[in-house]
């Protein structure tokens, strides 16, 4: 009787298997194509280029420092963060941003998180609990933490990372 039961415990797991591949493979999209040319350069941020500011409400105060709110944008050169609500000190040449943070760099690296804080001339800074894409949307992840050291340093921390 037990030679009878293992075929048919076979029949159910193969289908119970090959249709949780099926889920499985529905959630990835379709495979990026295979890049065979010279090696991607990685864009550096331009320390010289100037930075722009646009928010609904801006508000700049004597020592330097403005605060945006309600779609709160900051570009220089290649890099952009926008946020909710964010604060720029000049003097430190530093922005904080929170709520629905999204930093993409020259790179093309984007981070989206609820809170950021950067040093923009030497890149050093931090975000929370982030999802990012690296590489022009060529992989992507989590993290519970993400820390910027430097212009081609990035440490994750909890990391989950795929290129599906």
């Not at 889920?23 to 090696?39: D, Q, R």
């Not at 290649?78 to 720029?88: E, F, I, Q, S, W």
């Not at 022009?136 to 430097?150: K, P, T």
């Amino acid at each position: 009787m037990p030679l009878r039961r293992a075929p048919f415990l076979v029949s159910v797991l193969s289908l119970c298997c090959a249709s949780a591949w099926a889920e499985t493979e529905s959630a990835c999209p379709a495979p990026l194509p295979y890049h065979s040319g010279p090696p991607v350069v990685r864009a550096a941020a331009d320390p010289t280029a100037p930075i722009h500011v646009w928010a609904r409400e801006v508000q700049t105060e004597k020592d330097g420092v403005t605060n945006l709110e309600g779609t709160a944008e900051l570009t220089r050169g290649g890099d952009r963060v926008t946020a909710d609500h964010m604060r720029y000190e000049k003097p430190t040449n530093t922005v904080e941003a929170d709520g629905d943070v999204q930093f993409r760099n020259a790179a093309g690296d984007t981070f989206r998180t609820e809170e950021l804080r950067l040093q923009l001339d030497t890149r050093i800074g931090e975000v929370g609990p982030s999802r990012y894409t690296v590489n022009n949307d060529r992989a992507r992840g989590d993290a519970v933490r993400i820390e910027f050291l430097g212009p081609d340093y990035i440490r994750l921390t909890d990391v989950r990372y795929t290129t599906c």
